[in-house]
Structure formats: C-alpha cells, structure tokens
C-alpha cells in the first residue's frame, strides 16, 4: 500500500506494513498472556496485563513497519538510504528468486530491508566501489513500480546482464 506523498521529488513510496494475520498476533499473544497469568494474580491484573501485552504488540508492529522511497536523489529503505548515482541494475523478485536472496543463495554483506509477510522485492545492484554492499534487497507490495522509479534514475544505461538482471 502507497502512502500518499505531496513531494514532486518523490518517485515512490510505501510503508511495508503488516499483513492482516501477522495484526492478529498481537491480540492473540494479549491474550496468552492473561491467561498464563490468570491463575496466579487476580482477574483485574491478568486483563490488564492482556490489554498492555496487546498494545505494545500492536505499538511495535506499527514503529518496526519500513518505509521504502524513491526520491530525486536517493533511495531510502528503512534507517538506510544510497544515493540513485550508487545504484546500478534493478531487478523485480517473484517470490521464489525472494526466497533463494534471503537464504541459499544471500550474500552475507548485502542490506536487507525485507519482511516475511511480503513474497516478492526488488534486489537493486550497488555500484560504488567505495561501499562493500554488493546490493539492496527490499521487499515490496509493488516490486514493478518500485523498480520503474529506481530505474528512472539519470545515467548510463546497463545492456546484457544475465541472471534477470534489467535496467
């Protein structure tokens, strides 16, 4: 889902929120926790407990929601952010090449912004020779338009990569 955005500068941009079942956690482990406490402190504190359990649960999924922009300038995902003249070819992940970058087939130096609940991504390459990131991977409800901004960048185009690298 998009956040609405006032800024021209702004290509794109979306709060990688959670998905419905993972809301429902929260009240779920709210839950659970009054009732492990229900039998050793009184009624009152165990709902208390339960209501507290679920508001922070609900507080943390909100404040550890990233959010993905492309701006004139840079692109920034999470705390992190690589000016647009850094970057080099993008390509949109299905959600089994998603999958292989998280795990078997990761590079231990590239920078995750990535959530579970999201299948697909973009892996965006890093082309500064100064930064040891070899690329981004972000996750996104809408890898195509993510990586149409990034690719609107300014600069030399990139021809022949293999391994569905496009830009």
């Known amino acids: 889902m998009s956040d609405a955005v006032d ?13 419905p079942g993972v809301w429902c956690t929260a ?11 229900a039998v050793v402190v009184p009624p009152w504190a165990a709902l208390t407990t339960a209501v ?7 507080v943390a999924l909100a ?13 920034r995902a999470g705390r992190a952010r690589i000016p647009l003249t850094a970057l080099g070819r993008v390509a ?13 087939d990761a590079d231990a130096r590239a920078y995750l912004c990535q959530r579970g609940w999201l299948r697909r991504g973009v ?7 100064t930064d040891p990131t070899p690329y981004w991977l972000l996750s996104s409800r809408q890898p195509e338009r993510l990586a149409a901004a ?17 830009r």
């Open 123 to 129: 892996v965006v390459e890093v082309v500064d020779p």
């Open 63 to 75: 404040r550890t929601s990233a959010i993905v922009e492309v701006s004139a300038a840079s692109l």
């Open 7 to 19: 800024d021209p500068a702004v290509r794109h941009r979306e709060r990688l929120w959670p998905s």
């Open 27 to 37: 009240p779920a482990l709210g839950l659970l926790s009054g009732l492990a406490l």
């Open 92 to 104: 949109v992940l299905d959600a089994e090449r998603m999958r292989a970058l998280r795990g078997v």
């Open 52 to 58: 507290a359990v679920t508001a922070a649960a609900l």
């Open 150 to 166: 990034v690719r609107s960048t300014p600069g030399e185009p990139f021809e022949g990569f293999e391994d569905g690298w496009s």
